[in-house]
């Protein structure tokens, strides 16, 4: 098995980046200096309010399609692989012939859908754990070079990995919390863009998608650092968009997956009737179509795949959130 910090990826002398697990729960050819990532890193998706976003036409796909995806030959990260969406979204990429680097805290959760794409006969994954929370410049700096190394391209890079903190009022939500998931849920999604750029930079075709959340594109009470977390990263987004206008091989996108039945979701909602809510499965289409299809002309976009999953129009520009254009 192929695990980037166990190999040729070296983290910081931080030990708090891994999680202290028996030797016995960690193959013994894996070698790990440190261990596992604690706790799992959980999708999120929460109550869903009209997402207030101007309408462009742009060709998305069927909710049923994904067998005219290729992806063969290309290298995909996806962060918070072992719940949710990213979960989903990783063993889909491997059906359609990508290879995918698998992000998350817990090498247990990593080791088994790793099993799980091996099994099936697709390409070999790479298992990738590291704590968004506590890595460092370094770490993420390291991440890339461990790809470059072991896999000599990176082609995609899906943000799904996301951590919840506390819901409630300002002033009882403390600093070190905020800190925490400010770091998780945004400035950790910009360092591993950063170090990946010079990858995806020489991909003949790359795309970044950011997974974004109705509570950043609609802010309500409660909602905290999260809220602010998932706004900034919709903020980001639109940069990086502005950004790649001018660079052909360089795609960006971002979803709003609205509710669906994913470990977040629980959190946020324990009351709800999970069964009537949609599986994370349900927009895998849509990211593979944006991963492997959608054509430089069509990118720039934010999705609201609750729309799309409804057949209405769902994709809007995201400098359409710039209104008031360069300075």
């Given at each position: 098995?192929?695990?980037?910090s166990?190999?040729?990826?070296?983290?910081?002398?931080?030990?708090?980046?891994?999680?202290?697990?028996?030797?016995?729960?960690?193959?013994?050819?894996?070698?790990?200096?440190?261990?596992?990532?604690?706790?799992?890193?959980?999708?999120?998706?929460?109550?869903?309010?009209?997402?207030?976003i101007?309408?462009?036409?742009m060709?998305?796909p069927?909710?049923?399609?994904?067998t005219?995806?290729?992806?063969?030959?290309?290298a995909i990260?996806?962060?918070?692989?072992?719940?949710?969406?990213g979960?989903?979204l990783?063993?889909?990429?491997?059906?359609?012939g990508?290879?995918?680097?698998?992000?998350?805290?817990?090498v247990?959760k990593?080791?088994?859908i790793?099993?799980?794409?091996?099994?099936?006969?697709h390409?070999?994954?790479?298992?990738?754990?590291?704590?968004?929370?506590?890595?460092?410049?370094?770490?993420?700096?390291?991440?890339?070079g461990?790809?470059?190394?072991?896999?000599?391209?990176?082609?995609?890079?899906?943000?799904?990995?996301?951590?919840l903190?506390?819901?409630?009022?300002?002033?009882?939500?403390?600093?070190?919390?905020?800190?925490?998931?400010?770091?998780?849920?945004?400035?950790?999604?910009?360092?591993l863009?950063?170090?990946?750029m010079?990858?995806?930079?020489?991909?003949?075709?790359?795309?970044?998608?950011?997974?974004?959340?109705?509570?950043?594109?609609?802010?309500?009470?409660?909602?905290?650092?999260?809220?602010?977390?998932?706004?900034?990263?919709?903020?980001?987004?639109?940069?990086l968009?502005d950004e790649?206008?001018?660079?052909?091989?360089?795609?960006?996108n971002?979803?709003?997956?609205?509710?669906m039945?994913?470990?977040?979701r629980?959190?946020?909602?324990?009351g709800?009737d999970?069964a009537?809510?949609?599986?994370?499965?349900?927009?895998?289409?849509?990211?593979?179509?944006?991963?492997?299809?959608?054509?430089?002309?069509?990118?720039?976009?934010?999705?609201?795949a609750?729309?799309?999953?409804?057949?209405?129009?769902?994709?809007?520009?995201l400098?359409a959130?710039?209104?008031l254009?360069?300075?």
């Open positions: 098995m192929q695990a980037l166990q190999l040729s990826y070296t983290p910081t002398a931080n030990t708090k980046l891994y999680e202290a697990e028996p030797a016995c729960a960690i193959r013994s050819h894996l070698q790990p200096s440190r261990g596992a990532i604690q706790s799992a890193i959980i999708r999120r998706s929460v109550e869903r309010n009209p997402i207030p101007c309408a462009v036409s060709p998305l069927s909710t049923e399609n994904t005219a995806v290729d992806l063969s030959g290309r990260l996806v962060t918070g692989a072992s719940g949710g969406l979960r989903a990783s063993l889909a990429c491997a059906r359609q990508a290879t995918v680097i698998l992000h998350g805290r817990v247990r990593l080791e088994a790793y099993d799980e794409i091996v099994a099936a006969g390409p070999q994954p790479t298992i990738l754990p590291l704590d968004l929370a506590l890595a460092s410049a370094d770490d993420f700096g390291n991440v890339a461990a790809i470059r190394s072991q896999l000599g391209r990176l082609d995609g890079l899906v943000h799904t990995a996301a951590f903190g506390s819901l409630g009022p300002i002033e009882h939500q403390s600093f070190d919390a905020w800190q925490k998931v400010l770091r998780v849920n945004l400035a950790a999604a910009m360092a863009t950063r170090s990946a010079p990858l995806l930079s020489a991909a003949p075709d790359a795309c970044v998608l950011f997974t974004l959340d109705t509570r950043g594109e609609n802010p309500r009470a409660y909602w905290g650092a999260y809220g602010a977390a998932k706004s900034g990263l919709s903020t980001l987004a639109t940069i968009a790649w206008e001018n660079r052909p091989n360089l795609r960006v971002a979803v709003v997956p609205g509710p039945r994913s470990p977040l629980a959190l946020t909602h324990p709800e999970r009537a809510l949609p599986e994370p499965e349900s927009i895998v289409p849509l990211y593979l179509h944006l991963l492997g299809v959608q054509t430089k002309a069509e990118s720039g976009v934010l999705i609201d609750q729309a799309w999953r409804a057949g209405h129009a769902a994709s809007s520009s400098a959130s710039a209104p254009g360069r300075p």
